[in-house]
C-alpha cells in the first residue's frame, strides 16, 4: 500500500502540475462561466427595438398579381410593398427585403428568399391565413355562414396529460452535455495514460519501474493519478458551470430551469456518478493495456485504434437513446459495460428502469472494471518484458497460457 501511495501521489504530482493542464483547465472554466452568463448578455446587449419597429418588422412584403386579389386580401395582409414581382425580386437581391410574398390568387401564391432557412415561421404563417380567407371565400360562394362554421371548428379540447412515470423529454439537454464531457474526458485521459505507459517503456524506465514496485501498483498508481486528474479537471468545470448558473439564474428562461431542476434529482444524479465513474475508469485501463503492447510512443495511436471506435460506436448508442430510451438496441446496450456507461444513465434519467436491471448492470460493470484492470496489469508485466516489435493480440493469448 505504501508503494501504491508512492506510485500514485509521484504520477499525480507530476500530472497536476504540469502548466498545459492548468492552462486548459483555467480557459474551459471561463468559457464554461461566460456560456452560462449568456442569458444574462442576451438581456444587457438585447435590441432596443421599439414597438414601432417591431410592428414594422412584421409587416408583410407582399406583391398582388392583379387588381381582384389585391381588394379582397390587402385588408389582411396590408398594402401592396412592390409593383411587380421583378422589383421585389431586385429589393431581394440588393438585401432590401429577406424576402417576400407574390399573391396570385386566393389557392396560389409565390414565395420568394433569398437564402433558405429553417427557423422561419413567415410562410406557414401566411400560408395558414391565405388558406383561411380562401375557405371563407368558398363558403360564402355555397351560402354557408363561415363565421358560425369557425366557431364550431374552434371548440377547444379539454385534455390533461399525466405522467406516471418519467418524462422523456425534460433530461435530453442534460444527457447529451453529459455525454459530451464524458467523450471528451475519455478520449483525452485515456490517450493520455496510453502515452505515459509506452514511454516509460520507450524510454525503458519500465524495467526499473519494475524492478522497485510490482506492475499492480504501478499500474493502479498510473491509472488511479491520471482518473482523479481528469476528473478534478470536469469538477473544477462544473463549479465554474453551477456558479454561472446560480448568478444567472432569473435570467434563464423558465423552461430551461424546468428542464435542470426536473430531471436532475438525487437517485439520477448517483446512477450517472456511478456508471460515469465506472466507465471512465474501465477504458483507462483498457487504454493502459493497449499502451503496454507498443515500444515506441509513434505506435500509440495506432494501438489505441480498435477501442477508439469502440469508443465511438458508444457514442453513437448513446445519441440514439436520447432520442428513443425505450428501444430494445438501448435496452441491450445498457448491459453492455463499454456502452453502458452512456445508456444506461439516459434510459434512467429518461424512463423508468427496473431496479433489478439497474442492479445487474451495475454488477457486470463493477465486475468487467475489475477484470480489465487484472488483465492491465497482465498485459504491463507481459509487455515489461518484450521489447521491439509491438506485441500482437495471438502474444497476449499465448502469454496466458505460460
Known amino acids: 500500500m505504501k508503494k501504491l501511495k508512492t ?51 412584421e409587416e408583410l412584403v407582399v406583391v398582388y398579381e392583379n387588381e381582384e386579389i389585391k381588394d379582397a386580401v390587402s385588408p389582411v395582409f396590408g398594402k401592396e410593398s412592390y409593383a411587380t414581382e421583378d422589383e421585389l425580386r431586385k429589393a431581394i437581391q440588393n438585401e432590401e427585403e ?100 509506452a514511454r516509460e517503456k520507450d524510454s525503458r524506465t519500465m524495467e526499473l519501474l519494475i524492478t522497485s514496485s510490482n506492475p499492480r501498483t504501478l499500474i493502479l498508481g498510473k491509472v488511479g493519478a491520471v482518473g482523479l486528474t481528469g476528473m478534478l479537471q470536469v469538477a473544477a468545470i462544473l463549479l465554474f458551470g453551477v456558479i454561472g448558473f446560480m448568478l444567472n439564474k432569473e435570467n434563464y428562461p423558465q423552461f430551461v430551469l424546468d428542464l435542470v431542476q426536473g430531471s436532475m434529482t438525487g437517485d439520477v444524479l448517483l446512477v450517472y456518478i456511478l456508471f460515469s465513474v465506472m466507465g471512465y475508469i474501465l477504458y483507462l485501463f483498457i487504454y493502459a493495456a493497449l499502451g503496454s503492447l507498443v515500444s515506441k510512443v509513434e505506435d500509440v495511436n495506432s494501438s489505441v485504434t480498435p477501442i477508439t471506435f469502440l469508443f465511438i ?23 453492455i459495460p463499454f456502452i453502458s456507461l452512456f445508456t444506461m444513465p439516459i434510459r434512467y434519467m429518461l424512463t423508468s428502469v427496473p431496479m433489478t436491471s439497474l442492479l445487474i448492470s451495475s454488477v457486470i460493470m463493477v465486475g468487467t472494471v475489475v477484470l480489465f484492470a487484472a488483465l492491465s496489469i497482465h498485459i504491463y508485466k507481459f509487455g515489461s518484458l518484450n521489447y521491439g516489435n509491438r506485441l500482437k493480440f495471438k502474444d497476449v493469448v499465448k502469454s496466458f497460457k505460460k
Open 7 to 57: 506510485v500514485f501521489a509521484f504520477e499525480f504530482l507530476g500530472m497536476i502540475r504540469k502548466k498545459s493542464l492548468l492552462i486548459t483547465t483555467a480557459i474551459m472554466c471561463i468559457i464554461t462561466l461566460l456560456i452560462t452568463t449568456i442569458p444574462s448578455f442576451v438581456i444587457w446587449f438585447g435590441s432596443d427595438e421599439t414597438e414601432e419597429d417591431a410592428a414594422k418588422n
Open 98 to 197: 429577406t424576402a417576400g410574398f407574390v399573391v396570385k390568387d386566393y389557392d396560389s401564391y409565390t414565395y420568394i428568399s433569398f437564402d433558405s432557412t429553417t427557423d422561419s415561421t413567415e410562410q406557414l404563417v401566411f400560408e395558414s391565413q391565405l388558406k383561411q380567407l380562401n375557405e371563407n371565400r368558398l363558403f360564402d360562394e355555397k351560402g354557408i355562414d363561415s363565421q358560425e362554421v369557425r366557431e364550431i371548428l374552434a371548440q377547444p379540447i379539454e385534455q390533461e396529460t399525466v405522467f406516471l412515470g418519467k418524462d422523456a423529454q425534460s433530461g435530453t439537454a442534460i444527457a447529451f452535455a453529459v455525454m459530451i464531457t464524458m467523450y471528451m474526458l475519455i478520449l483525452l485521459y485515456g490517450a493520455n495514460v496510453a502515452t505515459s505507459v
Open 313 to 335: 460506436l458508444a457514442y453513437f448508442a448513446a445519441t440514439f437513446a436520447m432520442n428513443a430510451p425505450d428501444n430494445a438496441v438501448v435496452k441491450v446496450t445498457s448491459f
